[in-house]
């Protein structure tokens, strides 16, 4: 089966022209959309999504730059008369949405079905089978390798490159990886180019688009391309994500 990838938002916290936050989509025989940060709900439906499309939210860490649209996109649903929404998410995901749920008394009547996934854990949405592996970002926080039966693609979430990401990233046709810093910039919980592309080296990645790009980016897209490469060696794609970008695998 065909992937196809929507890029959501490539932006962070701090917000910069062009960049809503996190929000990526994997479309298959239905949409599986993967973190859900500010402006991602704006997003879906400059993409073409209707809310009532998107019954499953995976995520992969609770920081609001990745999940500050969810309850928003569960209203949206819940105003269009659906109240049933699906989401996963690492340990901590279920007493966050039920605190904030909490607050808006009115929101009660949503029907939400919250699954805890673990490093490793392996299940099927969408006619597609997902694992998930072990981010490095201070706090529990997952990627997600997704695959129909011949293509596949890795969403890294936040994480300093990793032999755990790099084993689930082993031989995928698309790998969309956080890149939050130029070179030379000191980081920890994060990625920065060089170590990205030396992390992912032999890994039989064919494609890498650079994603959650902090404003220190702006005006270094090429060179960061560059530094990945540098460390990644040749015969691997490697380009920057943009907004609303579609990829086709
Ligand atoms: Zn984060
Ligand atoms: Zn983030």
Redesign the pocket.
């Known amino acids: 089966m065909e992937l196809e990838v929507i890029l959501l938002g490539t932006g962070v ?1 701090i917000p910069h022209s062009g960049r809503a936050q996190a929000g990526l989509m994997v479309k298959a025989e239905e949409p599986l959309l993967f973190d859900c940060g500010a402006g991602a709900l704006l997003r879906l439906a400059e993409a073409g999504f209707s809310p009532l499309e998107i019954d499953v939210a995976l995520l ?2 609770l ?1 609001l ?2 999940v500050s649209d969810l309850l928003a996109l569960a209203k949206a649903r819940w105003l269009m008369g659906e109240n049933e929404i699906s989401v996963f998410g690492p340990g901590g995901t279920e007493a966050w949405f039920e605190a904030l749920r909490g607050l808006y008394p009115y929101l009660e009547e949503l029907d939400v079905s919250i699954t805890l996934v673990r490093p490793g854990d392996e299940f099927s949405l969408a006619g597609l089978k997902i694992r998930a592996g072990e981010a490095l ?1 201070g ?1 529990p ?1 997952l990627g997600y390798r997704i695959e129909s039966e011949d293509k596949s693609i890795v969403y890294s ?2 994480t300093e490159p990793t032999e755990s990401m790099r084993r689930l990233a082993e031989g995928i046709d698309l790998l969309v990886h956080e890149c939050s810093f130029p070179e030379p910039f000191i980081v920890t ?2 990625s920065t180019p060089k170590r990205l592309g030396e992390n992912f080296r032999g890994a039989g990645v064919k494609r890498i688009v650079l994603t959650h790009l902090y404003p220190q980016t702006i005006g270094r897209e090429a060179e960061m391309v560059q530094d990945v490469l540098a460390g990644l060696g040749p015969d691997v794609e490697v380009e920057i994500g943009q907004d609303l970008q579609k990829i086709e695998i």
């Open positions: 916290g992969t860490h920081h730059d990745h970002h706090l926080a979430g936040d919980n994060h």
